[in-house]
């Protein structure tokens, strides 16, 4: 039994395995079932107390030896395939991959917060989920407006005096920053709002806002024209012209529509302008003074402007997209065909 135990450990230490499949063969060999270190506890058994005194430890630390061999040998042999794997031939060219980028509104979010910062506009940020007196009340629309209609708007809750709804306006923004902020005022505001409308090309019931707010001592019409002008060339070039249309909207008075000249035809008329040569970007007027009173600013010693623009509008405008709802639908063949425009 010494013998064959000494026969074995000697074995064990001059053992080597080249690869996992003879690593596997020395295992099963030695430790396996019909193993012949198995077979020497078989045969432990049937030995008397004085033999199995003298011989328990030597079998066990044989046993041990057995094991830790073939751990060693399967440790040598993963770090040895790990290094013939690592080897690569650097003359060959490298692994292409596509960058990403953002999405096309984001882009366009983005820059329009840049333009108005260099103009000296703070950006402010408001809950999506508002009140009615934050969305409705506060900006002057009557009880009966039909924006306040289960119909126009998303209610989160109703029956009580102030329901919760899903903002169709940031203009929820525009009254906190005048509830809290000192003056002169100076924000925009950028934001996603909704509306329950039905989804079309130029229609969605989800979409993206920008407005903006300045309020201070004689604010008049001529400084929004030339902020709205200042805005339309850093945005489509130069040469863009803006023309103002006359409008109604509940929280300013006088009111208008802006129209910015194509930057695809250039005036001459286009299928993007519909022939017109102009293209609507945004609405706009003088803050009423009900809007004004109601967030705690006297309106006689102060006046303001206010103008709102869909984002995804100025971005199908920009690359002329013609469906709005490609915004939406994350078809990466879409958004790739802005990456070499919009990268950055």
């Known amino acids: 039994m010494k013998a064959r135990i000494e026969n074995l450990l000697a074995q064990i230490k001059e053992l080597k395995c080249s690869n996992a499949k003879e690593i596997e063969e020395a295992r099963v060999r030695l430790l396996g079932k019909k193993g012949e270190v198995t077979a020497l506890f078989e045969e432990f058994r049937s030995f008397s107390p004085e033999l199995k005194k003298e011989f328990g430890r030597t079998i066990n630390e044989l046993k041990q030896a057995a094991a830790a061999k073939i751990e060693e040998l399967k440790s040598t042999v993963s770090q040895e395939q790990v290094a013939e794997g690592s080897k690569e031939d650097l003359s060959m060219p490298g ?8 999405h096309p509104v984001s882009i366009v979010r983005q820059e329009i917060v840049d ?10 940020e408001g809950p999506e989920i508002e009140d009615d007196y934050h969305v409705f009340e506060a900006l002057n629309f009557p009880q009966n407006h039909p924006a306040r209609d289960m119909q126009d708007t998303f209610f989160v809750s109703a029956g009580h005096p102030n329901p919760l709804l899903l903002r169709t306006h940031t203009s929820s923004v525009q009254v906190r920053a005048m509830e809290t902020m000192k003056l002169p005022i100076r924000v925009i505001c950028p934001g996603r709002v909704f509306r329950n409308e039905a989804i079309s090309a130029r229609a969605h019931c989800i979409f993206h806002q920008v407005e903006g707010l300045y309020i201070d001592e004689n604010v008049t019409f001529a400084d929004l024209k030339q902020a709205i002008l200042l805005f339309a060339r850093e945005m489509f070039g130069p040469e863009t012209q803006i023309r103002m249309r006359p409008s109604y909207f509940p929280f300013t008075e006088p009111s208008s529509e802006i129209d910015v000249s194509c930057n695809i035809c250039h005036g001459k008329g286009c299928n993007i302008c ?16 009900n809007v004004l009173e109601a967030s705690g600013i006297d309106s006689s010693k102060y006046s303001g402007f206010a103008f709102g623009m869909g984002l995804e509008r100025i971005a199908m405008l920009k690359w002329q997209v013609n469906d709005l709802r490609h915004y939406f639908e994350n078809d990466l063949r879409f958004l790739s065909e802005f990456k070499t425009s919009i990268e950055v």
């Open 95 to 102: 692994t292409p991959f596509e960058l990403g980028s953002r």
């Open 115 to 124: 333009i108005f910062r260099k103009f000296g506009y703070d950006v402010a």
């Open 274 to 289: 519909k022939g017109t040569g102009w293209l609507e970007i945004m609405g706009c007027g003088m803050v009423d003074p």
